[in-house]
């Protein structure tokens, strides 16, 4: 497949992203999955104090050579695919993603955390833990599975900063027969000592 005008695209957004990043005093970013069957750019936002928050998924067709991104709509519950013609239609996307994330983000900072994870707290142990440490991911999200408008299941490992140890992320990305696209997200925090313990249970069953 043909991906030289996605890569001429990822570099025309690099230096988009920054500019914008830079008005705004954030430290911006993205990351590049070339290996799936349809190629994606994700952008993020890093800070001192918090987790890489991603704020716009872009995908590539490369078949019909076209960009486009997926859209919720949280009030109906179904989501849409928009094509995005030319290069200018792409950055406007993403600096509209942009601005909407900075809205929510401002808006997130007045409300408790632990309201939002009441009802399960399993998941309060991981996410609160990830917010309050400063976590440093090693790589992309790696797709690890793919299935077309199905599922998609991708990972990221990150180290914790202040104590070494390991995060491993786990997203999963699943496409209902309402065509409504659910995200849910984990994370796994281990120690430096658990890691080769862990490795070797993995590979000794493989």
Same mark, same amino acid.
């Not at 950055?91 to 900075?102: G, N, R």
């Not at 399993?122 to 440093?136: R, T």
């Given at each position: 497949m043909n991906l030289e005008w996605f890569d001429r695209v990822c570099g025309e957004l690099q230096d988009s992203l920054e500019s914008i990043c830079d008005k705004y005093d954030e430290n911006g970013g993205m990351s590049i999955e070339r290996g799936a069957k349809h190629p994606r750019i994700d952008f993020f936002v890093d800070s001192e104090d918090t987790v890489r928050e991603y704020f716009c998924s872009l995908y590539f067709d490369p078949y019909n050579e076209e960009f486009y991104i997926e859209s919720v709509d949280p009030e109906l519950g179904f989501s849409s695919k928009v094509i995005l013609d030319d290069i200018e239609d792409i950055?406007? $996307?993403?600096?509209?993603?942009?601005?909407?994330? /900075? *809205?929510?983000?401002?808006?997130?900072?007045?409300?408790?955390?632990?309201?939002?994870?009441?009802?399960?707290?399993?998941?309060?142990?991981?996410?609160?833990?990830?917010?309050?440490?400063?976590?440093?991911? *090693?790589?992309?999200?790696?797709? $690890?599975?793919?299935? *077309?408008? *199905?599922?998609?299941? =991708?990972?990221?490992?990150?180290?914790?900063?202040?104590?070494?140890?390991?995060?491993?992320?786990?997203?999963?990305?699943?496409?209902?027969?309402?065509?409504?696209?659910?995200?849910?997200? =984990?994370?796994?925090?281990?120690?430096?000592?658990?890691?080769?313990?862990?490795?070797?249970?993995? $590979?000794?069953? /493989?």
């Open positions: 950055i406007d $996307a993403v600096h509209e993603s942009f601005h909407y994330y /900075m *809205e929510d983000d401002y808006y997130e900072e007045d409300l408790d955390v632990e309201d939002d994870y009441d009802s399960n707290s399993e998941i309060v142990d991981d996410d609160l833990i990830l917010e309050e440490v400063d976590v440093e991911w *090693e790589t992309p999200e790696i797709t $690890a599975f793919y299935k *077309e408008d *199905e599922v998609e299941i =991708t990972y990221q490992f990150g180290i914790v900063q202040e104590t070494g140890d390991g995060v491993l992320k786990r997203v999963n990305r699943v496409r209902t027969e309402d065509d409504d696209l659910l995200r849910d997200e =984990t994370n796994f925090i281990f120690s430096r000592e658990e890691a080769s313990t862990i490795i070797s249970l993995i $590979a000794s069953h /493989m």
